[in-house]
């Protein structure tokens, strides 16, 4: 079952977003659904063979998504940063979750592009 449960929630979710992220919970308030996710301790691209230790998340940031069954979604996505131990430099992951000037998924932004122009 959990198969089939990763598929239909990949298929819910932005392209990609379960590979990086967690679902930790889910809240349904009203006729909004707010999703509660956070990166995995995955190392980003370029320091996988450096040493890392995760110092936490980022500041959760919010993000409209494309409504499921009538229902608002918003994703509240904290990102990881960590530490790269041979210099102390503070890294993050680069994503390109939010379309520029926007406060909403890049799929959701080039929806509503082509709808409204």
Do not use: C
């Not at 919970?25 to 990166?39: A, F, P």
């Not at 406060?103 to 929806?111: H, Q, V, W």
């Amino acid at each position: 079952m959990q198969d089939a449960e990763r598929k239909l929630l990949s298929l819910l979710m932005p392209e990609g977003l379960l590979e990086y992220f967690e679902i930790l919970e889910v809240d349904q308030v009203d006729n909004h659904l707010h999703i509660y996710l956070d990166e995995l301790n995955i190392s980003p691209s370029g320091y996988e063979n450096r040493k890392l230790e995760s110092k936490g998340f980022m500041p959760s940031t919010e993000i409209s998504d494309f409504p499921i069954r009538g229902q608002k979604v918003t994703l509240h996505i904290r990102r990881r940063r960590w530490t790269v131990l041979d210099t102390g430099q503070i890294i993050t992951r680069d994503w390109n979750l939010v379309r520029e000037g926007a406060r909403m998924t890049t799929e959701f932004g080039l929806f509503l592009k082509k709808i409204f122009g």
